[in-house]
């Protein structure tokens, strides 16, 4: 039987072997919590990291960093850092797969993000300046969607077909 007294797992402390449980009689550890209480936990709980506590965690308030994690601007964000790092994006080959990339400061935080684009105004998008430049402040800002559809793929392929002899675009 693996011992795994005196390891840590999460707030966790395997103490000494415990009695065998369930069907299967599977191996188990009795752990101190940084709570203070006791709890025999199976040794896959542990060493797969399923359990962290006793069941303290549950009753704590959820952490949250910036709370605007529904919000239509953090979509933006994800987007952005998606198709540029992400190459299972489906828009990664005309970003990330060029070479576009989103600055380190924007990739450390949402917050520094917010804090240089300001605010998304309602009905704006983001827009790279320099459209082979990367996603950075001095190259990003919020433009209508309507400029937008100005600047896509489609739009310029469309408008740089021509008809061939028989009326039909090449």
Request: net charge positive; hydrophobic share 20%; charged share 30%.
């Amino acid at each position: 039987m693996l011992s795994l007294s005196g390891k840590q797992f999460g707030r966790l402390t395997a103490i000494y072997p415990g009695p065998k449980l369930g069907k299967k009689q599977e191996c188990t550890h009795y752990c101190q919590c940084e709570c203070g209480n006791y709890k025999a936990i199976r040794n896959w709980h542990l060493t797969g990291g399923h359990i962290r506590s006793c069941g303290c965690l549950r009753h704590e308030p959820y952490t949250r960093t910036h709370g605007r994690s529904r919000t239509q601007i953090y979509r933006v964000w994800c987007a952005m850092w998606g198709r540029c790092s992400r190459p299972k994006d489906k828009r990664y080959k005309d970003y990330g797969g060029r070479g576009i990339s989103v600055c380190e400061r924007w990739r450390a935080s949402f917050e520094n993000f917010i804090a240089d684009m300001g605010e998304r105004p309602p009905g704006h998008s983001i827009e790279r300046i320099n459209n082979d430049g990367d996603y950075e402040p001095n190259n990003c800002r919020w433009i209508p969607a309507s400029e937008q559809m100005k600047n896509s793929r489609a739009r310029h392929n469309w408008t740089q077909r021509k008809r061939d002899g028989h009326g039909r675009f090449t």
